[in-house]
């Protein structure tokens, strides 16, 4: 079968299209025939140290729908022939593994591009507003870098949620395609320069939950926009910058909770473990269409990388995903 690998040297990548053989769900796995996977920045930023060691190859992609095409031992629930979605290693490829307690059920509502762009990004949206945001309905949301895949699902969520957000991007543009989304104010900066804006939209409260997408040049601002109680979230740092001032004054006397989101260091049973949540909680939004995901372009299996070249650029205002022949 085809798939994708690629080498990371410093802050530098290579991309390669192989033929592989065709793996065999162990224990607890599901084979899946990929019809749509979508693309994370994450994967490939060097810092986010997701790639072995130095000049290993690796394949990759990150979530993937598709077919059920075969059960490991002790699978249960499942049946050839299923419409599933997960998160899983290796995903753009013409088939790929997933764990069984990763695999969703596909909503009939959702395309196979739609929902190649749910797993991993909404998963990781549902911590950070959910499980360790605590997000409530009425409470503000600053988005850095908001037309990111996982800025979009933020602002989804946030307003599935009741919450008000503010989201802050380079381009007009994408703000502007955003308002759709329910964005309720958009700030086009990529400068640490919209504490006293995010201050002024919420007169004077500041936010409740920031989701900091963009890394260390917008950390110490974020800090001058929050809230009593407010809680911050570290989910990347595409900006390279890996260190910044902590106003330790502001954290002691807002009562500050700041919060990293990554699977990196996460057990498989850590990651698992809220899906059933999100499949109880999210899915049925999704699957009577109160949320559909922002998709930006699809293209097919072979264009990888011009995908990853417009992801890289930041031309992208929501998910990038790839589509095989075969999807329909």
């Not at 790639?51 to 249960?76: M, N, P, R, T």
């Not at 503010?166 to 543009?173: C, K, L, N």
Request: proline share 4%; aromatic share 6%.
């Amino acid at each position: 079968m085809k798939s994708y690998w690629m080498q990371m040297k410093g802050q530098d990548s290579t991309l390669e299209l192989r033929d592989v053989p065709q793996p065999r769900p162990g224990p607890s796995q599901v084979l899946v025939r990929v019809h749509a996977a979508s693309l994370n920045r994450g994967e490939f930023v060097a810092g986010h140290g997701l790639h072995g060691a130095e000049g290993s190859w690796k394949a990759i992609g990150g979530e993937c729908a598709g077919e059920v095409a075969g059960l490991g031992e002790g699978v249960q629930g499942l049946a050839l022939g299923d419409r599933v979605m997960g998160r899983c290693s290796g995903a753009f490829a013409e088939f790929a593994l997933l764990d069984a307690a990763e695999a969703m059920a596909v909503p009939p509502a959702l395309s196979w591009e739609e929902a190649a762009s749910v797993p991993l990004t909404w998963l990781v949206a549902f911590d950070m507003l959910v499980l360790q945001g605590r997000l409530q309905a009425g409470e503000w949301v600053l988005v850095n870098g908001v037309s990111s895949g996982v800025g979009v699902a933020s602002l989804q969520l946030a307003k599935a949620l009741g919450a008000r957000v503010i989201g802050t991007s380079g381009s007009q543009a994408k703000l502007g395609l955003l308002k759709a989304q329910g964005l309720d104010l958009g700030l086009c900066t990529r400068a640490a320069d919209f504490a006293p804006a995010v201050m002024e939209a919420t007169q004077g409260h500041g936010a409740d939950l920031v989701i900091n997408a963009v890394g260390g040049s917008v950390f110490a601002e974020n800090l001058r926009c929050t809230a009593f109680q407010a809680r911050l979230a570290t989910v990347g740092y595409v900006d390279g910058v890996l260190h910044a001032d902590l106003d330790l004054e502001l954290l002691h006397a807002r009562r500050l909770t700041l919060f990293g989101v990554s699977n990196k260091l996460r057990s498989k049973a850590q990651k698992a473990a809220a899906v059933p949540r999100f499949v109880a909680e999210v899915l049925p939004w999704l699957a009577e269409g109160r949320i559909r995901p922002q998709i930006d372009e699809v293209l097919d299996f072979g264009a990888l990388p011009e995908a990853k070249a417009r992801m890289e650029a930041g031309l992208h205002a929501g998910k990038i995903v790839l589509r095989w022949p075969a999807a329909a």
